[in-house]
């Protein structure tokens, strides 16, 4: 699931790529994961990781928006 990505991705410690974190939660391409997690939470996984470094504190964007 895209969540349980996102929290692989945010935490700093869990070394994965995001090759290896989209393959995890059942994507066969990175870029179709990379396409789902844009759509979700509007960055793509590289920058979610570099944006939740600088802030662990950060919280997902409103998806109600």
């Known amino acids: 699931s895209l969540v349980g990505s996102e929290m692989c991705i945010r935490d ?3 070394a994965q790529s995001v090759l290896q974190i989209s ?3 059942g994507y066969s391409s990175v870029s179709q994961f990379g396409i789902a997690f844009k759509r ?3 960055m793509p996984p590289a920058q979610f990781r570099r ?3 600088k802030n662990p ?3 997902v964007p409103d998806q109600n928006r």
């Open 57 to 59: 504190f950060t919280t």
């Open 23 to 25: 393959t995890v939660v």
């Open 12 to 14: 700093s410690d869990y």
């Open 40 to 42: 979700r939470y509007h």
């Open 51 to 53: 944006n939740a470094n």
